[in-house]
């Protein structure tokens, strides 16, 4: 046996979950963005012959998931399966597992398709077109997605030398997560006591590698839904030969792509027409240098930060300003729609020279110097009603606070400070 | 630090100013008229202590025009000990170098080490005052500054506290509000929200609505599935019954029918029709045979005429020469008639040509004379006739020119009689002289003798000469009297002198005035006779009466002079007249001849022409119009008769061919030969038509023959098959060899065929699947299975199955309504589109809420620092506020304290604090002012580094106040250098005096010398363009 176990690894699409955007039009596309990345990947499964699919959870918003979407998955499965695909399923939060759910009254292909178990870890055997067997795929499925544990010690040891992959949807502690979420969690250290090759892993909206021996990887979303899963989103092509390390290798399926850009040296540009100029250059970076995928070009859903001193600061906080940045940057092809955020903008003044100064702006800035260090004065400073931030622990309440103060001080000169018309 | 000395290079309008040694004068005054540049001095020392700002050459306000660099030097006296200068210049770039003794340090733009934690802004928002600061502080402009001076934003580079904290109040409230009271956009959001909360339900709803009827849908189908496989079992079963029994049944028929026709004819190859294919066979033959006699008929008609068409042989052998002549019978028949016509023309023209020579022949016309009129060249005829004429006029004109020439002949030689001879011609000349002068001395006379006659009347004629006379003596008398009423009223210079030349001017005058005409003027009535005298004896010498007109006499010797001096004219008059009469002699005998000439050319030309003789002596034009008709009818006689001879043969012609026709075909000749014509044409018609029937018969014959042969061949068909038929049927009856009977067996095994093939037809159009069906039903008949029914059995299966039947249909129904709501709900807003919108609406009022959030967090923010501003600076500051308060005053203003949000001024005497808004004059709030910033700087840079730098703040200050200022100002001087620009040179001795101020001088603004040169030239342009209108 010397072909190595090829399979497509891919998780978290949440198919028909909310995109949050106030354009209908907008909504409506990305919804067809992601019907066109499910439609994708299959054609590319089929196209690179792969042996597997294997989608490490959260395929589907199980509440939201329309007949229609569910139909499409279907065919697209039958689609995958019958071009000789095997199909290896894990069900996640999103599309649990347990017999109320949708997935259990879906008519999916009866052939080369496996639901894994939410009962049990299970192994499915996986075999090229001449029937020989390639590859082992073991894992299970989430019930209801609120189960504390992967449950990783019930997974069954394979039971043939082919390559095993392990699939698992949850939080891996000691994987570098920020804030795990505390369901369906396992240790880090488990993944290498199973003696599979590789771990298709789930649940996590980032795609990052978490363990190289054996290699574990979070595929990331296959197509993002918001500015907290940027960049360009897809699927893992993951080849795992008898002997040697596995290979793998991105690849883009969503057509769409989130991406928030800050653009914190703006006082260079003197009007709407320089900020979005900048805009572009920035966008331009945060760009895949390389896409050459067949979903199509990629178009951006742009969150622009302006942040810092900007000549063009009074045309931006206008309506009409915004809208010729907004209008600027969607004209060309390859973006889809823009937010643009000026909390932190200002126009430009010179902090320095007023920063310690004897007068109520160099004491402002001194204020807002000491607030960030002192407790007692932010509670001092703190309004008796804090709208953004309602019930919260005094800490919570401080850390909010603090996180407003960013820039304050620019906002503090621009407001004390004269302008030349007199302000 | 004190400075020392300023050295300004280039710096706005100042250039190469220097003070020096200014360290030991605490008080400085820099006076200067306006626009000498005292403001440029202070911002120029600004710029020493803290660098270029802006620091582009272009951009700065002090830059001089020519783009020269700003370059300026001070020296600061540190009290430490040693000196420390302070170099600037902003060209390309701002340079900045400080030596302290031997150390030189680049210093860039930045400020000088004592200026400390002071900004630029700060320094001269303290410690730099000018006159505005100070004017117009009425009580607004003083509460916002008060506000602005207790709150830490006493710059005028900082907005007032309230204002901005007001702004973020507003602009907070516009985004969100705890109590609810305003609509924020915070709220418009909530509100959006709750609708799209709303709309999500529905969504929501709608989803699990679907899944439900999703589920419904696929328990209907289930159950439609069920009921399908029970409704076909039974419908199955009533099929056998219904279906199956009744196909086993007819099957059974037809198979019975096709038996029957199988034993009586075994095998059928006869055709379809056996019948009425003999009927049409023995037809068949009948009609052969009746077109073949027809045929024959028609061939026989054929041969006949081919025989009769040799007959006409003879006639259309000359087919052609009888077309011929017949086609000119007609014309015949015409040229007959015109013949006789023209032998009557031709005798009405002899007729009128007799008629015609009658008046201008002598004789018959013979044949002779005929050829003369015919050879006559009427032309010439006529030209010789002209001639004639011409010839014989030519005498009559030649006798009446002569007649004329001898009466001129006459006359001249009686005019040439007429004339006076040499002799007389003299005497008339002399009489004609003596005539006039005779004519005008009675002219003369006549006018002496009107003058005498006047004169001897007494009435002087008032010439024109007495006139002006007059008006001369007039004149001078009037100018003597006015110049003597000069003399009396004014008062003459030289009385005499004016008197006399009064006098003088009068008399003359009257002397004029009375002056008569002279003797030379009168008539001499002694010349009058003796003129008379001699104008009676002129009369006498040329005959004439007294009165006697002489103009009558005097005209007759004109006339008779002039008839004298035409003599030479009326000589060559006569000898012309004389001349002319010989040439027309001569002349009258050459016309004569001529007219001889013509005559015999006459008579030539009609030679051999019998014409009258008397028409011959006067021949005319007349003679030539009656020859040239008699010629006319000739000509007409000529070509009627060439006509007729040419009609004639041409007839005689045609009628030899008729008769020579008539011979070759054996036709009566005894009458006209034309009269053959019609019987000709009989038989060439006859001929024509034989031989038209006889090419047709021959045409048609082989294909009538061929015809026949057909025909006799099918009939020979028709009969063989009529017998092969008949031999067939007679076999069917194999007991008579019987054809009918053969065919009457034949008609009943078809008739039986025929009705199982209609059966097969009905079964067919009942069941489509008859053979399935049949099949099925002897299947069914092997497996034992029941096929019939009995009734009761029916009629329950048939109910059963429409229980069934009804059942489905409900379901249907219920199906379809359920599919019509998956549809509706499809078409309904998603759950995750909802949730989308809903989504980003909160992240929206997220940001609005923190939005919010800041704004009220800077407002705490600044309200903190103002309060710091306070803690740390406000009692210092008003401390030393009310101690220059105290001062400026002179005493009666003593402190200065904080009331409630507002500054009072504690005065001696009183017991309450008098506010500064609204409590204290202008003036006095002037000084409040003056305190509180001088006390602010002095607070803010206690060491006194940096210099008070004062614009003209005293300008308004009356004396008075001056002097409290005076010591003011050396009080503050005695901490820190104080320099003072003023342009009121009073003020400044003041200072001097008063507080010993050190006075510099500024020079005076130089003249903007390229504008006033521009103004001369205007104005010199001005003055010449207006020269040449003055």
């Excluded at chain 1, 001194?366 to 932010?378: N, W, Y």
């Excluded at chain 2, 003596?473 to 009037?478: E, N, Y």
Aim: with cysteine; glycine share 8%; net charge negative.
């Amino acid at each position: 046996m010397t072909t190595p176990f090829r399979f497509v690894h891919c998780a978290d699409l949440h198919l028909d979950a909310p995109f949050p955007r106030r354009s209908e039009a907008v909504r409506r596309r990305l919804a067809d963005a992601a019907r066109k990345t499910v439609s994708g990947l299959v054609d590319r499964c089929l196209s690179q012959r792969v042996h597997a699919l294997v989608v490490a959870g959260d395929l589907f918003d199980d509440e939201r998931l329309t007949p229609a979407d569910e139909q499409l998955l279907l065919t697209e499965m039958t689609r995958l399966t019958e071009g000789g695909v095997t199909v290896v399923l894990a069900h996640g939060h999103s599309d649990p597992g347990h017999a109320a759910g949708r997935a259990a009254s879906m008519r999916w292909p009866t052939e080369r398709f496996h639901r894994l178990s939410a009962e049990r870890a299970e192994e499915i055997v996986v075999r090229d077109a001449d029937g020989e067997v390639v590859g082992r795929v073991i894992g299970r499925s989430l019930a209801s997605g609120q189960e504390p544990d992967a449950r990783l010690a019930d997974y069954p040891e394979p039971s043939g030398p082919e390559p095993a992959v392990g699939v698992v949807h949850g939080s891996v502690l000691g994987a570098g997560h920020d804030d795990p979420d505390p369901r369906a969690t396992a240790r880090l250290a488990e993944l290498g006591e199973k003696g599979f090759r590789y771990w298709a892993l789930g649940h996590s909206h980032q795609r990052r590698r978490v363990l190289e021996r054996p290699l574990a990887w979070y595929a990331g979303p296959l197509m993002g839904h918001g500015f907290a899963e940027p960049g360009p989103c897809g699927a893992l092509m993951v080849s795992v030969p008898a002997n040697g390390a596995p290979k793998v290798t991105f690849e883009r399926f969503a057509p769409v792509a989130w991406e928030t850009l800050r653009l914190a040296e703006l006082s260079a540009c003197e009007d709407v027409a320089a900020v979005a100029a900048a805009a572009r250059r920035a966008l331009k970076n945060a760009a895949p240098a390389v896409d050459t995928h067949a979903a199509g070009p990629l178009r951006w859903l742009l969150r622009l930060e302006l942040d810092g001193p900007c000549p063009a600061a009074p045309s931006l906080r206008t309506e009409a300003g915004r809208d010729e940045l907004v209008w600027s940057l969607t004209g060309d092809d390859g973006v889809l729609d823009v937010d643009v955020i000026i909390d932190g903008l200002s126009s430009v003044v010179d902090l320095e020279a007023h920063a310690g100064q004897p007068h109520l702006l160099g004491l402002s800035l001194e204020v807002l110097d000491d607030a960030l260090r002192d407790d007692a004065l932010l509670d001092r400073l703190a309004p008796p009603v804090l709208a953004g931030c309602v019930g919260g622990s005094p800490d919570a309440r401080r850390q909010y606070m603090r996180r407003l103060l960013s820039g304050l001080d620019r906002q503090a000169a621009e407001m004390l400070l004269r302008t030349e018309t007199g302000a | 630090m004190k400075l020392q000395r300023w050295d300004i290079a280039a710096w706005g309008g100042l250039a190469g100013i220097r003070h020096d040694d200014l360290a030991r004068h605490p008080l400085i005054v820099v006076r200067g008229d306006n626009e000498s540049g005292k403001s440029t001095l202070l911002d120029c020392l600004s710029t020493l202590l803290y660098g270029f700002s802006p620091a582009k050459l272009a951009d700065h306000p002090a830059a001089p025009w020519d783009g020269s660099a700003l370059e300026g030097t001070a020296v600061f006296r540190d009290p430490r000990g040693g000196d420390v200068e302070i170099f600037r210049k902003l060209q390309r770039a701002a340079e900045g170098r400080m030596q302290r003794g031997d150390e030189d340090g680049d210093i860039g733009n930045h400020p000088v080490w004592w200026a400390g934690s002071l900004s630029r802004e700060t320094f001269e928002g303290l410690h730099r005052l000018d006159t505005d600061a100070l004017d117009g502080l009425d009580d607004d402009t003083w509460k916002l500054f008060e506000e602005r001076l207790l709150g830490g934003a006493g710059f005028d580079f900082l907005r007032p506290s309230g204002e901005v904290l007001a702004e973020l109040q507003s602009r907070a409230d516009a985004l969100w509000r705890p109590d609810r009271r305003i609509r924020g956009r915070a709220r418009r959001l909530a509100d959006a929200m709750k609708a799209l909360g709303e709309a999500r339900d529905q969504a929501d709803g709608n989803a699990r609505r679907l899944l439900e009827v999703r589920q419904a849908l696929a328990a209907k189908s289930w159950q439609a599935d069920e009921l399908d496989a029970g409704l076909r079992e039974l419908i199955a079963r009533r099929q056998r019954a219904e279906v199956l029994l009744p196909v086993l049944r007819t099957l059974q028929e037809i198979d019975e029918l096709r038996r029957q026709a199988d034993e009586t004819v075994p095998e059928d190859r006869l055709p379809d029709d056996v019948r009425g294919l003999l009927s049409q066979l023995s037809a068949t033959m009948v009609e052969k045979g009746r077109r073949s006699e027809e045929l024959s008929a028609r061939i026989d008609d054929h041969q006949r005429h081919l025989d009769k068409n040799s007959d006409h042989e003879d006639i259309l052998a000359v087919e052609d020469e009888v077309r011929a002549l017949l086609s000119e019978a007609a014309v015949h028949s015409q040229d007959r008639v015109h013949l006789i016509d023209l032998d009557r023309t031709r005798d009405s023209l002899e007729a009128e040509l007799s008629a015609r020579g009658a008046t201008l022949l002598s004789g018959s016309l013979d044949d002779e004379a005929r050829a003369a009129l015919q050879r006559l060249d009427t032309g010439e005829l006529q030209a010789r006739v002209k001639a004639w004429e011409e010839a014989r006029r030519r005498p009559e004109i030649v006798d009446e020119q002569l007649k004329r020439a001898r009466e001129s002949a006459d006359v001249a030689a009686k005019d040439v009689e007429e004339l006076p001879d040499k002799n007389e011609e003299i005497r008339l000349r002399t009489r004609a002289e003596e005539l006039r002068t005779l004519q005008s001395r009675d002219t003369v006379l006549a006018e002496m003798h009107k003058e005498l006659e006047a004169a001897e009347k007494g009435k002087q004629p008032d010439t024109q000469g007495a006139k002006e006379r007059r008006r001369l003596g007039f004149g001078m008398i009037a100018t003597g009297a006015l110049l003597g009423l000069l003399m009396i009223v004014g008062g003459a210079d030289d009385v005499i002198l004016s008197s006399l030349m009064a006098v003088g001017l009068i008399t003359v005058g009257i002397q004029v005035i009375r002056r008569r005409p002279a003797d030379t003027d009168r008539p001499d009535a002694k010349r009058a006779k003796a003129l008379e005298a001699q104008v009676r004896k002129m009369r006498a010498a040329l005959d004439l009466h007294t009165y006697e007109a002489v103009e009558s006499h005097l005209q007759e010797c004109d006339e008779k002079l002039t008839l004298a001096a035409a003599r030479p004219t009326l000589e060559r008059r006569l000898i012309n007249a004389q001349r002319r009469i010989k040439e027309l002699e001569q002349e009258q005998k050459n016309a004569a001849k001529e007219l001889e000439t013509a005559r015999a050319a006459i008579d030539e030309a009609l030679t051999g022409i019998p014409v009258l003789d008397s028409r011959r002596q006067r021949p005319g034009l007349d003679v030539v119009a009656d020859i040239e008709a008699l010629r006319s009818t000739l000509r007409d006689i000529a070509r009627r008769k060439g006509e007729r001879e040419a009609l004639a043969r041409r007839a005689a012609e045609r009628e030899e061919r008729a008769r020579t026709l008539g011979e070759a075909l054996g036709m009566d000749s005894s009458g006209e030969p034309m009269d053959i014509a019609p019987l000709l044409q009989e038989r060439l018609h006859q001929a024509l038509a034989a031989r038209r029937q006889a090419r047709e018969a021959k045409a048609e014959l082989p294909h009538l023959q061929s015809q026949i042969a057909e025909l006799e061949q099918a009939l020979e068909e028709a009969r063989a098959e009529h017998d092969a038929l008949a031999e067939k049927l007679a076999a069917l009856d194999p007991a008579d060899d019987d054809p009918e009977a053969g065919l009457q067996r034949l008609e009943r095994a078809r008739a039986w065929r025929t009705q199982a093939d209609e059966l097969e037809h009905e079964l067919h159009a009942q069941h489509p699947d008859w053979a399935e069906r049949g099949e099925e039903a002897r299947q069914a008949q092997r497996d034992g299975l029941e096929l019939d029914l009995p009734t009761e059995e029916r009629v329950s299966l048939a109910q059963s199955i429409a229980q069934l039947e009804d059942a489905a249909a409900k379901l249907r129904a219920e199906r379809d309504e359920l599919e019509a709501e998956f549809t509706r709900l499809s078409g309904e807003r998603e759950l995750a589109d909802v949730d989308g919108e809903l989504a980003a609406l909160r992240e929206q009022e997220q940001r609005l809420l923190m939005a919010r959030d800041r704004a009220v967090i800077l407002g705490a923010v600044i309200r903190e620092a103002e309060a710091r501003w306070r803690r740390r600076h406000q009692p210092g500051v008003l401390s030393r506020a009310g101690e220059h308060l105290s001062t400026l005053s002179g005493g009666r203003d003593q402190q200065l304290i904080v009331r409630g949000r507002g500054l009072a001024v504690q005065r001696a005497g009183r017991e309450l604090p008098v506010p500064v808004a609204g409590g204290l004059s202008r003036s006095a709030r002037e000084r409040v002012h003056l305190s509180l910033r001088v006390a602010m700087a002095e607070h803010l840079d206690p060491e006194g580094h940096l210099p008070l730098l004062l614009d003209d703040v005293l300008v308004n200050w009356d004396e008075p106040r001056l002097a409290d200022a005076g010591d003011w100002l050396m009080d503050v001087a005695g901490r820190r250098q104080v320099i003072l620009c003023t342009s009121r040179p009073g003020l400044a001795e003041t200072l001097a005096s008063a507080a010993g101020a050190h006075v510099v001088s500024l020079p005076a603004p130089k003249a903007p010398v390229a504008e006033t040169a521009t103004a001369d030239a205007v104005s010199a342009a001005g003055s010449s363009t207006a020269t040449p209108t003055a």
